[in-house]
């Protein structure tokens, strides 16, 4: 061997033709079985192999390939094997000069058949599928990076060697489970280097046939396998590369729209985790599009729960859909938007939530799914319109969606984190009936306005006598902030109001509504708010005092502890001892006489209280030492010379109704205006005033929504909105009671102008007679 070696050094020219003649014995041993022989002509070509790197080489190693071919096509393992390893060697080869006519192709696919191997010895077969895997890595590595040879990228190679791993990886894990060793860490290592390799443009044709693979074999219902193979290509691949791989996995999902939940779950799964490891580059520049396709394929699982059907025009191979699986789809779809919005910037998160919001159908509406998310996707089902069930459950889907959007996000600029165009329709969704609608939206705004992670601390509602002991975080608010409370302070306080009123509410939204409260005095709370918190709170607590109100035992209970705990943490806010004294008063004569307005009696599982002997009646007649005053309240903060608006603090709260109170479905258009004239009668009749701050107050926010509203809203929804007042009863009803008004006023009693047109005469002369005002038609939009 070393003379032989010595030879084809001195004489380069000679390596073909030793090539040759050592290719003919080979062919000629094996044909004869004398497999002794063979061996030597392998170990023989292997060693020229590694020593001679001249130009010649090349006619050499197409001897060389002959040889290891003709090993390949043998039935013999041994010599499968034998050829595969001389092969392996010769990959490892860095060639000098390039090669323009050698092809692998049939070395792909033997070495694929191999890796499939069926052999009856499990020793044998596992030899045999192990050199297949080593054969694949060796063609990959000598092809990948060589521009002249036939590109390996192909989906020709692709489909060949890409299941042959994955077919590996799979057998070897079921062998591992059996305590059996396979060759799953070869297999791994060999696909991971693979995809190392592969540049931009090969992404797509690696990942293809993995995504076949998984929907051939039935392995996206278990999860498992699909989510560990694409552990395997997110943490090998470029990390730049990271969002091609979920638009594929996008992709593939819409394709799979009318496949089993479970199949779509599965999917679902792998993005959920494939988010999670590309962090910031799994989203890519198609942002919205990536949230679209997951909203699509949420409200496609609701019409799927809803209808019974994947396709319900036709009756042909129907399959049974699962409630519970559609439901395990949905949440794992919310889970996943929650991971790609974890992987975004500030600013893009927004613009997520507001798609979102956008997306949300309103209550009484019917949207198909063409409407909902603006697409012609030709997988998506003919579904002409959502019943009530499919808008609240679309609702209650997009918000928890929003809740998972929201969770985490931290911002410097309320302004910019809650716009108009987010927060107007976020407080309207917490008017409706649902009581899980309104705890999903309070959820949301929780998360907004906590920056400083004081959530937790408030998360049960209970007396605290001191909050030193929670270590809260407080900052003092900043401009934004100031502004961001001038603007919409007012409207969150309402909400807050309405929600302690509705009587579906349960303990859940209270210790919400409470944790609102204590946020919004931690994060936002100016002396200006301060003092509209204290307000609130004392409205909410004559709320429970009234007879009018049709609230539960319970609720009116639940407010009353509620606002006894909040006035207990910002009186300690506040640092006015005065004030501090006053609330500790009244709640030790609480713990002494009545605990069931205390949270502590009131916001447990088996609530301490006789329902039997409380009635509203029985709260209006309540102790004024129970009770937490205005007029005290404002009293000792002047005696503390605190510097808070001490007259609007002796103002009582009043909140005022907007047009979006049509979404509660509870207070029409009708009886938002009827408040409104009946506020303008007792001005006309001198009747004392309700409340004159108030409602100046509720004046000046009305006016500002009525030209906002009309700024904002397109065409159509004004006028359906004016057409919608005409049509209701409670309009005619206002003309009795405003003949009234106007018989009372001397101003009105002057003959107004004719509507025909006469000129009315002032000089004695008769003239026709006028229409009087009460009794004008005047046109919808002349009426105010």
Same mark, same amino acid.
């Given at each position: 061997?070393?003379?032989?070696?010595?030879? #084809?050094?001195?004489?380069?020219?000679?390596?073909?033709?030793? /090539?040759?003649?050592?290719?003919?014995?080979?062919?000629?041993? !094996?044909?004869?079985?004398?497999?002794?022989?063979?061996?030597?002509?392998?170990?023989?070509?292997?060693?020229?192999?590694? #020593?001679?790197?001249?130009?010649?080489?090349?006619?050499?190693?197409?001897?060389?390939?002959?040889?290891?071919?003709?090993?390949?096509?043998?039935?013999?393992? %041994?010599?499968?094997?034998?050829?595969?390893?001389?092969?392996?060697?010769?990959?490892?080869?860095?060639?000098?000069?390039?090669?323009?006519? $050698?092809?692998?192709?049939?070395?792909?696919?033997?070495?694929?058949?191999?890796?499939?191997?069926?052999? =009856?010895?499990?020793?044998?077969?596992?030899?045999?599928?192990?050199?297949?895997?080593?054969?694949?890595?060796?063609? &990959?590595?000598?092809?990948?990076?060589?521009?002249?040879?036939?590109?390996?990228?192909?989906?020709?190679?692709?489909?060949?060697?890409?299941?042959?791993?994955?077919?590996?990886?799979?057998?070897? =894990?079921?062998?591992?489970?059996?305590?059996?060793?396979?060759?799953?860490?070869?297999?791994?290592?060999?696909?991971?280097?693979?995809?190392? $390799?592969?540049?931009?443009?090969?992404?797509?044709?690696?990942?293809?046939?993995?995504?076949? *693979?998984?929907?051939?074999?039935?392995?996206?219902? /278990?999860?498992?396998?699909?989510?560990?193979?694409?552990?395997?290509?997110?943490?090998?691949?470029?990390?730049?590369?990271?969002?091609?791989?979920?638009?594929?996995?996008?992709? *593939?999902?819409?394709?799979?729209?009318? %496949?089993?939940?479970?199949?779509?779950?599965?999917?679902?799964?792998?993005?959920?985790?494939?988010?999670?490891?590309?962090?910031? /580059?799994?989203?890519?520049?198609? !942002?919205?599009?990536?949230?679209?396709?997951?909203?699509?394929?949420?409200?496609?699982?609701?019409?799927?729960?809803?209808?019974?059907?994947?396709?319900?025009?036709? %009756?042909?191979?129907?399959?049974?859909?699962? @409630?519970?699986?559609?439901?395990?789809?949905?949440?794992?779809?919310?889970?996943?938007?929650?991971?790609?919005?974890?992987?975004?910037?500030?600013?893009?998160?927004?613009?997520?939530?507001?798609? +979102?919001?956008?997306?949300?159908?309103?209550?009484?509406?019917?949207?198909? #799914?063409? @409407?909902?998310?603006?697409?012609?996707?030709?997988?998506?089902? +003919?579904?002409?319109?959502?019943?009530?069930?499919?808008?609240?459950?679309?609702?209650?889907?997009?918000?928890?969606?929003?809740?998972?959007?929201?969770?985490?996000?931290?911002?410097?600029?309320?302004?910019?984190?809650?716009?108009?165009?987010?927060? =107007?329709?976020?407080?309207?969704?917490?008017?409706?009936?649902?009581?899980?609608?309104?705890?999903?939206?309070?959820?949301?705004?929780?998360?907004?306005?906590?920056?400083?992670?004081?959530?937790?601390?408030?998360?049960?509602?209970?007396?605290?006598?001191?909050?030193?002991?929670?270590?809260?975080? !407080?900052?003092?608010?900043?401009?934004?902030?100031?502004?961001?409370?001038?603007?919409?302070?007012?409207?969150?306080?309402?909400?807050?109001?309405?929600?302690?009123?509705?009587?579906?509410?349960?303990?859940?939204?209270?210790?919400?509504?409470?944790?609102?409260?204590?946020?919004?005095?931690?994060?936002?709370?100016?002396?200006?708010?301060?003092?509209?918190?204290? $307000?609130?709170?004392?409205?909410?607590?004559?709320?429970?005092?009234? @007879?009018? =109100?049709?609230?539960?035992?319970? %609720? $009116?209970?639940?407010?009353?502890?509620?606002?006894?705990?909040?006035?207990?943490? +910002?009186?300690?806010?506040?640092?006015?001892?005065?004030?501090?004294?006053?609330?500790?008063? &009244? +709640?030790?004569?609480?713990?002494?006489?009545?605990?069931?307005?205390?949270?502590?009696?009131?916001?447990?599982?088996?609530?301490?209280?006789?329902?039997?002997?409380?009635?509203?009646?029985?709260?209006?007649?309540?102790?004024?030492?129970?009770?937490?005053?205005?007029?005290?309240?404002?009293?000792?903060?002047?005696?503390?010379?605190?510097?808070?608006?001490?007259?609007?603090? #002796?103002?009582?709260? !009043?909140?005022?109704?907007?047009?979006?109170?049509?979404?509660?479905?509870?207070?029409?258009?009708?009886?938002?205006?009827?408040?409104?004239?009946?506020?303008?009668?007792?001005?006309?009749?001198?009747?004392?005033?309700?409340?004159?701050?108030?409602?100046?107050?509720?004046?000046?926010?009305?006016?500002?929504?009525?030209?906002?509203?009309?700024?904002?809203?397109?065409?159509?929804?004004?006028?359906?909105?004016?057409?919608?007042?005409?049509?209701?009863?409670? *309009?005619?009803?206002?003309?009795?009671?405003?003949?009234?008004?106007?018989?009372?006023?001397?101003?009105? @009693?002057?003959?107004?102008?004719?509507?025909?047109?006469?000129?009315?005469?002032?000089?004695?002369?008769?003239?026709?007679?006028?229409?009087?005002?009460?009794?004008?038609?005047?046109?919808?939009?002349?009426?105010?």
């Amino acid at each position: 061997m070393e003379k032989l070696t010595f030879y #084809a050094l001195s004489a380069p020219e000679k390596l073909d033709r030793i /090539g040759a003649y050592l290719s003919e014995r080979l062919s000629r041993d !094996v044909a004869r079985h004398r497999y002794g022989y063979v061996c030597i002509a392998m170990e023989a070509l292997d060693q020229l192999l590694m #020593a001679c790197h001249c130009q010649s080489i090349n006619l050499f190693v197409e001897s060389f390939l002959k040889m290891v071919r003709k090993l390949l096509e043998s039935d013999k393992p %041994n010599l499968q094997i034998l050829g595969t390893n001389s092969f392996v060697k010769f990959a490892n080869i860095e060639e000098d000069t390039p090669s323009y006519h $050698r092809s692998y192709d049939f070395f792909v696919s033997r070495f694929s058949e191999m890796c499939h191997s069926s052999y =009856e010895d499990p020793d044998i077969r596992t030899k045999i599928r192990m050199a297949g895997i080593k054969g694949l890595q060796g063609v &990959v590595r000598k092809t990948v990076n060589d521009e002249l040879q036939a590109n390996i990228w192909d989906p020709q190679h692709m489909d060949k060697i890409v299941p042959s791993l994955l077919f590996n990886l799979q057998c070897g =894990e079921d062998r591992e489970r059996m305590g059996e060793k396979g060759p799953v860490e070869l297999t791994e290592r060999c696909f991971r280097e693979l995809l190392g $390799r592969a540049a931009y443009g090969n992404i797509k044709n690696a990942v293809t046939p993995v995504l076949m *693979h998984l929907d051939n074999h039935s392995l996206w219902e /278990g999860k498992v396998f699909a989510v560990r193979c694409f552990k395997i290509i997110m943490y090998s691949i470029q990390s730049q590369h990271s969002h091609l791989v979920i638009q594929q996995l996008l992709g *593939h999902l819409d394709a799979n729209s009318k %496949n089993s939940a479970t199949v779509r779950a599965g999917i679902v799964e792998v993005l959920l985790e494939a988010a999670a490891i590309a962090a910031s /580059g799994s989203v890519g520049p198609t !942002v919205l599009e990536v949230f679209n396709t997951l909203l699509r394929q949420l409200r496609l699982s609701v019409d799927y729960e809803l209808t019974g059907s994947y396709d319900p025009t036709s %009756n042909i191979g129907i399959k049974i859909i699962k @409630t519970h699986e559609e439901r395990q789809l949905q949440e794992a779809v919310i889970r996943t938007i929650g991971s790609f919005a974890n992987t975004l910037p500030t600013y893009q998160r927004s613009e997520v939530m507001l798609f +979102i919001m956008g997306k949300i159908p309103v209550p009484g509406t019917c949207l198909n #799914a063409h @409407t909902l998310f603006c697409s012609t996707h030709k997988h998506t089902p +003919i579904t002409h319109h959502l019943m009530p069930e499919g808008t609240r459950m679309i609702q209650v889907m997009l918000l928890k969606s929003l809740v998972q959007v929201t969770a985490g996000f931290q911002t410097t600029n309320m302004l910019t984190a809650l716009p108009s165009s987010f927060l =107007e329709p976020l407080l309207s969704f917490s008017l409706t009936e649902d009581p899980e609608v309104r705890l999903l939206v309070l959820t949301i705004l929780l998360s907004l306005i906590d920056r400083h992670d004081n959530r937790p601390k408030f998360s049960t509602i209970s007396i605290i006598s001191d909050i030193s002991v929670l270590k809260l975080k !407080v900052d003092k608010c900043s401009r934004q902030d100031n502004l961001f409370m001038k603007k919409h302070g007012q409207q969150l306080y309402r909400h807050i109001y309405l929600g302690c009123k509705e009587q579906s509410s349960g303990r859940q939204h209270y210790e919400t509504l409470y944790t609102l409260l204590a946020l919004l005095s931690m994060e936002l709370a100016n002396e200006e708010v301060v003092v509209d918190l204290i $307000r609130l709170a004392l409205a909410l607590q004559d709320l429970a005092l009234s @007879t009018d =109100e049709s609230l539960p035992i319970y %609720n $009116r209970c639940a407010v009353h502890a509620l606002a006894a705990a909040y006035l207990n943490l +910002i009186c300690q806010l506040t640092t006015v001892p005065a004030f501090c004294q006053h609330i500790h008063e &009244v +709640i030790e004569v609480r713990q002494k006489e009545s605990p069931y307005l205390l949270p502590e009696d009131v916001f447990i599982d088996n609530p301490k209280y006789v329902p039997t002997t409380l009635t509203p009646l029985f709260f209006l007649n309540l102790d004024t030492v129970l009770l937490f005053t205005h007029v005290l309240a404002s009293y000792i903060f002047v005696l503390g010379g605190s510097g808070y608006n001490t007259e609007r603090l #002796a103002t009582p709260y !009043v909140p005022q109704y907007t047009d979006e109170d049509r979404l509660s479905k509870r207070k029409s258009i009708g009886e938002t205006i009827s408040l409104q004239v009946e506020v303008d009668v007792r001005r006309c009749l001198c009747l004392p005033p309700v409340d004159s701050v108030g409602m100046e107050e509720q004046e000046r926010e009305r006016r500002r929504q009525v030209v906002e509203k009309f700024q904002k809203a397109p065409f159509e929804e004004i006028a359906a909105h004016c057409g919608a007042r005409v049509q209701q009863k409670d *309009h005619f009803l206002f003309i009795p009671f405003l003949n009234k008004v106007f018989l009372c006023s001397d101003v009105l @009693t002057l003959p107004p102008p004719s509507p025909s047109g006469t000129i009315s005469s002032g000089y004695g002369q008769s003239q026709s007679r006028s229409v009087p005002v009460y009794e004008m038609k005047f046109p919808d939009l002349c009426v105010y």
